[in-house]
């Protein structure tokens, strides 16, 4: 996967231990590419400007965060369809400042409960095909804005989805790097019945700086500002699904749609040296960062330079250990509880930390056995009250499944590619069961205040992101938006939770994006990692930061993408 890197007002350093730096030419910060956003009233962080903007004004118009992120979620499914819509699920984190304390909610869907195991091995499958009718869970998105909306909402729907349902018919101009995608999209996903009407000019994609129309997502917004989550699950809209999805040799079907509902979760944290850092429990990953911050607080970094190669190394090694439990234990609860409490416990942590060997990169690990039991939007939002949202959502792999039902302008997801075809799994496909989910938001409090609402988009690099930019700003003294900038480690190779299971034994890849130097690399090797390059799967970043000392917020984007960041 490609992420196109900008890096305005960069300027490439080499520092002494040979690993390179940007560094911006005003301020001399290490890896600026530019500012931080600084406001009083209000803040919001997507991956698109135009999303930013409406974040913005519906908090002008006296919406709560929450508004502004589902509105900016809604706009977000318009203009960047490489990464999300109404056809993928959603997870959030919500500060509330009347009961001080974080909400989480589990907006994801089920897999259909006419689909078997036994249906794919007699149809000769080994995994759950990528694309067409076959991955498609329930899309969970539409009943997640309800959900919070319902909770922590003010506006009307129909206020909140206006802005996009005007740009749905008037038009917007399509940005950069969602152009790049989604001509890289078009190729793949042609084929399925809808996507090419609905989603191409002629055929094609549509260019940098075309505009862009989708009146049939706006009739859709209208039906469901106007009727409410019902309209989606249990009305018109659910009945084209069902009947599209017959004709399409699919599964999904209305009692799937009408029986959908997310849930309210408790969010789990570890103390990182002083902070807590918060994330949402399975069937979600989010608990993989947690656990990788436990194993790396037992070293004290600020005597190991940030792009050193002990850091990279260490950073690894924890991620292979953390990722060997994710692909044991994280699952969806209802079917497979994994024991979170044992897993994110500093103890645990300890055993774990011993088998790391500071000198050798590991080839294999296991996952701990002594227990009791992917494209995405994230966006942040602040309001004047205190309010701060972490949101993401996702269609899955890129545009999704293909599958466009016939006039409603949404492509419905394949999470269910995520589904292992194999019993005794804990991620094993079963009816009625939401698959393990990559997507992820976090939270950051410090003193029982709000500090950091921050989350990094982008398959398994999510918690490896996560916890690079928890580190950035704490071990290593960088403010919000260089946390973001500074060069990003991936590990690929792990044992995998989904699809077909293979375990670990080489020791992965090591992606590492540029900035980090021939020195360090070099000395990596020595180790064992085997390095590579890659355009990256490095990810996005949208972040907002709570100044509690000078009364302000303050926000960052991420550069390798089209977003901003702004506030008033």
């Known amino acids: 996967m490609r992420y196109l890197r900008l890096a305005p007002l960069a300027l490439s350093l080499l520092v002494p231990g040979g690993h390179a730096m940007s560094a911006d030419r005003i301020t001399g910060r290490e890896f600026a590419t530019r500012s931080e956003v600084i406001a009083p009233q209000a803040m919001a ?18 919406g709560t965060a929450v508004d502004a992120a589902i509105a900016a979620n809604a706009a977000l499914g318009l203009m960047e369809p490489t990464g999300n819509g109404i056809g993928g699920d959603l997870f959030a984190i919500v500060w509330d400042p009347k009961t001080k304390k974080l909400h989480g ?126 309209a989606f699950y249990k009305g018109d809209i659910a009945r084209v699904i069902d009947a599209y999805m017959r004709a399409n040799g699919g599964f999904l079907g209305y009692e799937d749609m009408a029986a959908h509902a997310g849930e309210w979760v408790e969010p789990v944290s570890v103390d990182y ?99 009791n039991q992917g494209d995405t939007i ?64 976090a939270f950051i409090t410090k003193d029982g205040q709000p500090w950091v609402s921050f989350g ?20 290593f003294g960088m403010n919000l938006q260089e946390a973001g900038d500074a060069p990003r480690i991936h590990h690929d190779g792990s044992t995998e939770p989904a699809g077909q299971v293979t375990e670990m034994a080489d020791g992965g890849i090591l992606n590492l994006e540029t900035g980090f130097g021939w020195e360090t690399i070099r000395a990596l090797m020595r180790k064992g990692h085997r390095i590579q390059f890659a355009d990256g799967p490095f990810g996005g970043y949208q972040a907002i930061m709570r100044d509690h000392a000078n009364g302000v917020y303050v926000g960052a984007s991420e550069s390798r993408k089209d977003g901003q960041a702004a506030g008033y």
Do not use: C
Not at 45 to 59: E, K, R, W
Not at 195 to 224: C, H, S, V
Not at 460 to 473: E, K
């Open 45 to 62: 962080a997507t991956s698109h400007p135009l999303a930013t903007q409406i974040a913005l004004d519906v908090m002008k118009q006296g």
């Open 105 to 230: 909610y589990n907006g994801s869907g089920r897999s259909p409960k006419s689909l078997t195991l036994d249906w794919f091995r007699e149809n000769g499958h080994t995994e759950v095909p990528s694309h067409g009718p076959l991955p498609v869970t329930v899309p969970g998105t539409v009943d997640g804005w309800f959900a919070l909306h319902g909770r922590f909402g003010k506006l009307p729907m129909r206020q909140i989805l206006a802005p996009t349902i005007r740009y749905a018919r008037d038009g917007h101009p399509v940005h950069e790097t969602i152009a790049y995608y989604w001509n890289r999209s078009v190729p793949l996903l042609a084929k399925w019945p809808g996507f090419r009407e609905q989603f191409t000019i002629d055929g094609r994609a549509p260019r940098k700086g075309e505009m862009w129309k989708n009146p049939y997502l706006a009739d859709t917004l209208e039906k469901i500002a106007r009727g409410g989550r019902d």
């Open 273 to 371: 040296r002083g902070y807590d850092v918060w994330e949402l429990p399975p069937n979600g990953q989010g608990i993989a960062a947690l656990q990788m911050l436990n194993i790396l607080e037992g070293y004290d970094f600020s005597q190991i330079p940030f792009g050193s190669a002990e850091h990279i190394h260490l950073f690894v090694e924890a991620k292979k250990l953390a990722f060997a439990d994710r692909a044991r234990w994280y699952a969806d609860p209802a079917f497979h509880p994994a024991p979170v409490a044992k897993l994110i416990s500093k103890e645990y942590a300890a055993q774990r930390r011993a088998l790391i060997d500071p000198e050798r990169a590991a080839r294999a690990v296991d996952a701990g056995r002594n227990l």
């Open 378 to 441: 994230y966006l942040t939002v602040a309001d004047k009250d205190g309010m701060m949202v972490s949101l993401i959502q996702s269609n899955y792999r890129g545009m999704g499944s293909g599958m466009t039902p016939p006039g409603l302008g949404f492509i419905l997801q394949n999470r269910g590619e995520q589904f292992v075809l194999k019993n005794g799994h804990p991620n094993s496909f079963e009816p009625g069961k939401r698959p393990f989910h990559t997507i992820i938001p």
């Open 456 to 475: 990094v988009m982008g398959g398994a690099m999510q918690p490896q992101g996560h916890v690079q930019i928890v580190m950035n700003l704490i071990d």
